[in-house]
């Protein structure tokens, strides 16, 4: 029987976020599997969002990834469909609740927006979700990456993004509730990863997995939020590991 992996993006991002490890888990890893892409609706309230990916996931003991907001997404998902699932897997993302400065941060974008319009996304944005010196070490990567990211804001449009800062702004926390399943849960996160509070995601599986052991955690060196783009081949050797085990 073919397994299956579903894949939710992450803000802005589209399919193009997961191509790259697709490839090399095609080339590396020529079995029966099938990978799904996801789209986060552009309406609707964050049940709604949950609810209606939540329909789309059909295939029992499938494998559900999220990255960064599809993290968040995927930890809920994983919270309604629980035996439905062989394995959560949460790339660049801590699905806790957003912080009082980045609520407030996301109000002063979307009110920006709204009285100027969107221009597309700024170049120091793109910095910050990669590795800080990504432009040293790999100057093509770097390009590289900023032109897919690029090209899935300019694809998905305002709209989308007003949705998506929207629609997470307001969330609870989730990682106590994903330490009483018996599903197990991956953290796959970059070591530079400026989004993520790598220290207090430690620190908070510490406190709760004393009476869990369903959660890893994975750092992948040298990489930053985008770690799709920035490190294919360790997620793609995780899905490796996933669909092997």
């Given at each position: 029987?073919?397994?299956?992996?579903?894949?939710?993006?992450?803000?802005?991002?589209?399919?193009?976020?997961?191509?790259?490890?697709?490839?090399?888990?095609?080339?590396?890893?020529?079995?029966?599997?099938?990978?799904?892409?996801?789209?986060?609706?552009?309406s609707g309230s964050m049940d709604e969002v949950v609810s209606s990916l939540s329909g789309q996931v059909v295939d029992n003991e499938a494998i559900l990834v999220g990255f960064s907001l599809g993290g968040y997404i995927a930890s809920?998902?994983?919270?309604?469909?629980?035996?439905?699932?062989?394995?959560?897997?949460?790339?660049?993302?801590?699905?806790?609740?957003?912080?009082?400065?980045?609520?407030?941060?996301?109000?002063?974008?979307?009110?920006?927006?709204?009285?100027?319009?969107?221009?597309?996304?700024?170049?120091?944005?793109?910095?910050?979700?990669?590795?800080?010196?990504?432009?040293?070490?790999?100057?093509?990567?770097?390009?590289?990456?900023?032109?897919?990211?690029?090209?899935?804001?300019?694809?998905?449009?305002?709209?989308?993004l007003l949705h998506q800062l929207c629609v997470s702004m307001h969330r609870p926390n989730l990682l106590a509730l994903l330490t009483q399943l018996t599903l197990p849960v991956t953290f796959l996160v970059g070591d530079e990863d400026?989004?993520?509070?790598?220290?207090?995601?430690?620190?908070?599986?510490?406190?709760?997995?004393?009476?869990?052991?369903?959660?890893?955690?994975?750092?992948?060196?040298?990489?930053?939020?985008?770690?799709?783009?920035?490190?294919?081949?360790?997620?793609?050797?995780?899905?490796?590991?996933?669909?092997?085990?």
């Open positions: 029987m073919s397994k299956t992996i579903y894949f939710i993006p992450g803000t802005m991002c589209n399919q193009q976020l997961w191509l790259p490890a697709w490839q090399l888990l095609r080339q590396q890893y020529p079995q029966d599997y099938q990978l799904i892409p996801l789209v986060i609706p552009s809920a998902i994983a919270l309604k469909l629980e035996n439905k699932l062989k394995h959560l897997l949460i790339v660049s993302n801590f699905p806790k609740n957003l912080p009082l400065t980045e609520i407030k941060q996301r109000k002063r974008t979307i009110d920006w927006i709204n009285q100027r319009g969107y221009f597309g996304i700024p170049n120091k944005r793109i910095d910050d979700l990669l590795h800080p010196n990504i432009k040293q070490f790999n100057p093509q990567c770097y390009q590289d990456i900023k032109q897919v990211i690029v090209a899935m804001d300019r694809e998905l449009g305002v709209d989308v400026n989004l993520v509070d790598l220290v207090s995601l430690r620190q908070e599986l510490k406190q709760n997995l004393h009476s869990a052991n369903n959660i890893v955690l994975e750092e992948v060196t040298n990489t930053g939020h985008m770690l799709p783009l920035e490190s294919p081949q360790a997620l793609a050797t995780m899905l490796m590991y996933l669909l092997a085990s």
